[in-house]
T-cell receptor, first 114, second 112 residues
Framework: QQQVKQSPQSLIVQKGGISIINCAYENTAFDYFPWYQQFPGKGPALLIAIRPDVSEKKEGRFTISFNKSAKQFSLHIMDSQPGDSATYFCAASKGGSTLGRLYFGRGTQLTVWP | DTGVSQDPRHKITKRGQNVTFRCDPISEHNRLYWYRQTLGQGPEFLTYFQNEAQLEKSRLLSDRFSAERPKGSFSTLEIQRTEQGDSAMYLC??????????FGEGSRLTVL
């Protein structure tokens, strides 16, 4: 059973546009929600992460929106650039004060056209 | 380079053979994780260590898989009697306790 469900599977956005990727979870014990970016042939790299005590976190062009009651969170990439073309994974963990295993979504392949 | 290092990067083997992957974590990190990733999927957790202690193992880790971290530094993942379904990217990650996971570039296994 997929603990974290991610959509869409693929996304094509024009340069300068907004990319939005959504994730949903069921386990209310999850308390850490990171997003990872992966380029072909590379391992995933942490992009941005949020804990459920806040509803939004912004770092540069990347924003996580978190809806605890709906058990959903999303990644917004503003002013999308061709260099953002990669696969993005949402994940969740129930580590509490210590980070445990991550449950990953299936990924979204983002293509940004110049 | 002070990142997570994995070796070999690519391994092609015949079904039934044993393979071993090595992971060298970031030096001060006490946690080490193994994940498996197949094409078009997110990484799936296999196991993790805190120092030399193996704290959790996934049901994905069948009895043909064994992982060790003998001195709390590098780790090895061995797959015995490989099957075609074992073909995947094996990712290692390390972290400080309660810290961000840093992934290596992975070891790609192809079982013929």
């Amino acid at each position: 059973q997929q603990q974290v469900k991610q959509s869409p599977q693929s996304l094509i956005v024009q340069k300068g546009g907004i990319s939005i990727i959504n994730c949903a979870y069921e386990n209310t014990a999850f308390d850490y929600f990171p997003w990872y970016q992966q380029f072909p042939g590379k391992g995933p790299a942490l992009l941005i992460a949020i804990r459920p005590d806040v509803s939004e976190k912004k770092e540069g062009r990347f924003t996580i929106s978190f809806n605890k009651s709906a058990k959903q969170f999303s990644l917004h990439i503003m002013d999308s650039q061709p260099g953002d073309s990669a696969t993005y994974f949402c994940a969740a963990s129930k580590g509490g004060s210590t980070l445990g295993r991550l449950y990953f979504g299936r990924g979204t392949q983002l293509t940004v056209w110049p | 380079d002070t990142g997570v290092s994995q070796d070999p990067r690519h391994k092609i083997t015949k079904r039934g053979q044993n393979v071993t992957f090595r992971c060298d974590p970031i030096s001060e990190h006490n946690r080490l994780y193994w994940y498996r990733q197949t094409l078009g999927q997110g990484p799936e957790f296999l196991t993790y260590f805190q120092n030399e202690a193996q704290l959790e193992k996934s049901r994905l880790l069948s009895d043909r898989f064994s992982a060790e971290r003998p001195k709390g530094s590098f780790s090895t993942l061995e797959i015995q009697r490989t099957e075609q379904g074992d073909s995947a990217m094996y990712l290692c990650a390390s972290s400080l306790e309660a810290g961000e996971l840093f992934f290596g570039e992975g070891s790609r296994l192809t079982v013929l």
